[in-house]
């Protein structure tokens, strides 16, 4: 089954602790997105990877480091995790870069909780 | 401030009734994406347009794309409760980035 994997689900961690989530997809997808979704706000883009190797700033990186030395994955790395950093985190990827007029594969999502 | 502006926030209606979710923008955008999102879940796509003034019907879902490419609106026929979701607009800015709108909740009401 085609889908974009995103681990884990819920995490509940204190201020400073470094955490990474993964993302693992099976579509030999090009390009890779990390987003996080907060109330009132929709989902504003964090890093994005337009293919292995090659990682870009979206509109909130601060805080926030990605790697991409496969295709397949994309973890996201948070260094030292602080509460504003809590929200509900999703991985996409989609097909090729060109990323406006094709479609975004979504993860279901990680809750994370910054105490 | 968000560059796609989605109204209204909340909608709720009774099943059989129609809906406009309406997504507005001062930015041009090479094309325009919907998405439906429900509760645990990730968003997944219903259409992109990318024409100025093109309009794509999906069953009962109707989306439009402005003629200037900086609005959208997504319209429902007869509701059903299966339609109930948080529906995200989404811009494409150039072709690494997509600008999302804070999304509309629908709630239809058997």
């Known amino acids: 089954e085609a889908q974009v994997t995103q681990n884990p689900r819920y995490l509940i961690t204190v201020t400073g602790k470094k955490l990474t989530v993964t993302c693992s997809q099976n579509?030999?997808?090009?390009?890779m997105s990390w987003y996080r979704q907060d109330p009132g706000l929709g989902l504003r883009q964090i890093y994005y990877?337009?293919?292995?190797?090659?990682?870009d700033k979206g509109d909130v990186p601060e805080g926030y480091k990605v790697s991409r030395k496969e295709k397949r994955n994309f973890p996201l790395i948070l260094e030292s995790p602080s509460p504003n950093q809590t929200s509900l985190y999703f991985c996409?990827?989609?097909?090729?870069?060109?990323?406006?007029?094709?479609?975004?594969?979504f993860g279901d999502g990680t809750r994370l909780s910054i105490l | 401030t968000q560059l796609l502006e989605q109204s209204p926030q909340f909608l709720s209606i009774q099943e059989g009734e129609n809906l406009t979710v309406y997504c507005n923008s001062s930015?041009?955008?090479?094309?325009l994406q919907w998405y439906r999102q429900e509760p645990g879940e990730g968003p997944v796509l219903l259409v992109t347009?990318?024409?100025?003034?093109e309009v794509k019907k999906l069953k009962r879902l109707t989306f439009q794309f402005g003629d200037a490419r900086k609005d959208s609106s997504l319209h429902i026929t007869a509701a059903q409760t299966g339609d109930t979701g948080l529906y995200l607009c989404?811009?494409?800015?150039?072709?690494?980035?997509?600008?999302f709108g804070a999304g509309t909740t629908v709630t239809v009401r058997a």
């Open positions: 996409a990827s989609s097909p090729r870069t060109g990323v406006s007029n094709q479609p975004q594969h």
């Open positions: 579509m030999n997808h090009e390009y």
């Open positions: 990877s337009m293919n292995v190797e090659v990682t």
């Open positions: 930015s041009v955008f090479s094309s």
């Open positions: 347009v990318v024409t100025g003034g």
């Open positions: 989404a811009g494409g800015r150039n072709d690494y980035k997509l600008s």
